[in-house]
């Protein structure tokens, strides 16, 4: 057996980033930039009103109060996606939307709160007038050019991940398209006699296929392309061939048949068709884990995680090791969940010097966080991972946890604000 970290740098050391793609913005979304985004004109691209009021000489408007008004001639109106050709001198103001660009003379925008607009309206009285209530200072209410994003800016790195903001601001720029590291594409097997595609119906002695669904759901989350390539029976000769149709992805995540049973072979035909790098992690559940690569028909090394067959140990292994490749080659560096010191709330016996992984649910009340165990911790009781929001650390060298003490735990969320 190998340390975890051991096993998370061998896999890591083997995976790549991908290469880049181009794609239209929103398809996108979620992927990480391959190449800096740089601007080709100024956001805004004019000095526009940040306000809905009148455009006018600051200086017009000193002095300017609600029992002495200032009065300015309206020589005309503006709206956002429109230019004026008037020209603010002083004594004049130009109606102005909000966005509109800042029509030539003016400094300052006045807001029609500001005004005595609304009692005209209401009186009846001419609007070639209005009166200026409150004195505005230079710059008043205007968005300059530029404000935002200059012309020759760098304004997305390289290695940044889009999202919706980042979508926001290439469309900003006028851009159609964005240069992404591709999503790598997962081929997904089970395997195992003993295993019954959903939606057939079960034969004496077998079970529904779950790891092809969570493993192609966890794919998913973590931003790849899963394919479910079907079940693999328990000979080589049907996992060669099912092996084979599986090595035109990035990487192939099988799950079962790497233990020490006589009908797991899963390793056996891995070492026959590639290499195997190591087959067992010093951890519980997932002990019996094996990778390697394996030669495709265009000479590639495609890298392979043969994942357990028992449901949590596949979704622990899945967890510790496969997301992190695959986040590795979208082009993320980071890829440490968040972690947190908790308190958990049942006794955990680490007998055999494994690193144990333990569903909780984790909450946090006003003396920290606590861990609650989620149920039975059986490697095939995958409704204990359902109700699991993250995973408390039994080190190796901890023979006890007693209830009350404080564990290191695994956020299985990237983030803590939803717990």
Not at 258 to 283: C, E, H, P
């Amino acid at each position: 057996m190998i340390p975890v970290e051991d096993a998370l740098e061998r896999i890591l050391n083997t995976v790549h980033t991908l290469e880049p793609e181009t794609r239209p913005i929103l398809s996108a979304l979620g992927q990480v930039l391959a190449e800096d985004v740089v601007a080709g004109i100024d956001i805004p691209p004019h000095d526009n009103s940040a306000m809905d009021g009148f455009a006018v000489v600051a200086s017009d408007t000193f002095g300017a109060g609600q029992q002495n008004p200032v009065y300015l001639k309206v020589i005309g109106e503006v709206a956002a996606g429109y230019t004026s050709s008037a020209r603010v001198i002083t004594g004049t103001a130009v109606r102005i939307m909000t966005g509109a660009p800042l029509p030539k003379g003016a400094n300052a925008v006045v807001q029609f709160e500001q005004t005595d607009e609304t009692g005209r309206k209401k009186d009846k009285q001419p609007l070639d007038i209005i009166g200026v209530l409150e004195p505005a200072e230079p710059g008043l209410n205007i968005r300059p050019k530029g404000e935002d994003i200059r012309a020759g800016q760098i304004v997305l790195k390289k290695g940044t991940l889009l999202l919706p903001a980042g979508i926001g601001v290439l469309a900003s720029l006028g851009n159609e398209n964005a240069t992404v590291i591709r999503r790598p594409v997962v081929s997904v097997l089970s395997t195992g006699d003993e295993l019954c595609a959903a939606g057939k119906q079960l034969a004496p002695g077998q079970i529904y296929d779950s790891n092809s669904y969570t493993i192609a759901a966890n794919i998913a989350r973590c931003g790849g392309v899963a394919r479910i390539i079907g079940i693999g029976r328990d000979t080589v000769a049907s996992l060669q061939e099912t092996i084979r149709h599986g090595l035109d992805a990035d990487m192939l995540i099988t799950s079962g048949g790497v233990s020490k049973g006589d009908y797991d072979v899963v390793k056996d035909v891995l070492a026959q068709m590639g290499n195997v790098s190591f087959w067992t992690v010093r951890m519980k559940p997932g002990k019996p884990i094996a990778f390697g690569t394996l030669k495709a028909g265009d000479g590639r090394e495609v890298p392979h995680l043969g994942l357990p067959g028992n449901p949590v140990s596949s979704m622990m292994t899945f967890e510790q090791f496969a997301r992190p490749a695959i986040l590795k080659m979208r082009g993320i560096g980071k890829h440490a969940r968040p972690v947190v010191s908790a308190a958990i709330d049942q006794e955990i016996v680490n007998d055999d010097g494994r690193r144990i992984f333990v569903r909780v649910h984790v909450s946090r009340s006003g003396d920290g966080w606590t861990a609650s165990v989620t149920g039975p911790q059986g490697s095939g009781i995958l409704t204990s991972m359902a109700g699991a929001n993250g995973l408390a650390i039994v080190p190796e060298d901890c023979p006890l946890a007693r209830a009350g003490d404080k564990l290191k735990v695994q956020l299985l969320s990237d983030t803590e604000e939803t717990l």
